[in-house]
């Protein structure tokens, strides 16, 4: 079969078919809702994290959105993340040899046997994200631009990045 002017790709083996304006819509829904965070410090050469992308919530995809806005979003994102990485370390886990034997050489073999009921107050942490901000502990750059006032409106691009850089206090200075 050849594919219509309406197909994106059609092949023989799979049939597959995808709308040109069904694939448009998704496309345009998938980038338009993600940005990619990423951290630095200054004067140091690794970033403090991987980068990674958080999505912005559909609510705010069509609304104006505030520095405020966006920092309680990945403050959110960090948040959520941080509860599913407790739930998957809670999950029972098998050792592999590998792992028994790095473990002798350190002089401990663990099943990951600690506690992990640790609990966030996801408001308390926007808060306290916002309040760093204020306070001048750490800066934000939107698509290399700096974002200096929380209420001002920022204007997302389809691959807006969004970094935020944590001052160091300088000793005896």
């Not at 448009?24 to 980038?31: A, E």
């Not at 640790?118 to 308390?124: A, F, K, M, T, Y």
């Not at 808060?127 to 920022?154: K, P, R, S, W």
């Amino acid at each position: 079969m050849s594919p219509t002017h309406n197909s994106l790709f059609f092949t023989d083996d799979n049939l597959i078919f995808i709308g040109y304006s069904t694939f448009v819509l998704l496309l345009l829904i998938t980038m338009t809702s993600c940005i990619t965070v990423e951290g630095k410090v200054i004067g140091k050469r690794r970033p403090i994290f991987s980068d990674w992308s958080i999505p912005i919530p559909p609510s705010l995809q069509n609304s104006p959105l505030t520095l405020r806005d966006l920092i309680t979003c990945v403050v959110r994102a960090e948040v959520q993340a941080f509860q599913t990485r407790q739930t998957e370390q809670k999950l029972q886990q098998f050792l592999s040899k590998d792992a028994i034997h790095q473990g002798l050489a350190e002089g401990k073999v663990t099943m990951g046997d600690r506690d992990f009921e640790q609990v966030v107050d996801e408001e308390g942490a926007i808060e306290v994200a916002i309040m760093g901000f204020i306070d001048g502990l750490y800066y934000v750059f939107l698509d290399d631009v700096q974002q200096e006032e929380l209420d001002a409106t920022v204007h997302l691009k389809l691959d807006s990045r969004l970094t935020f850089i944590r001052l160091v206090a300088l000793v005896g200075g």
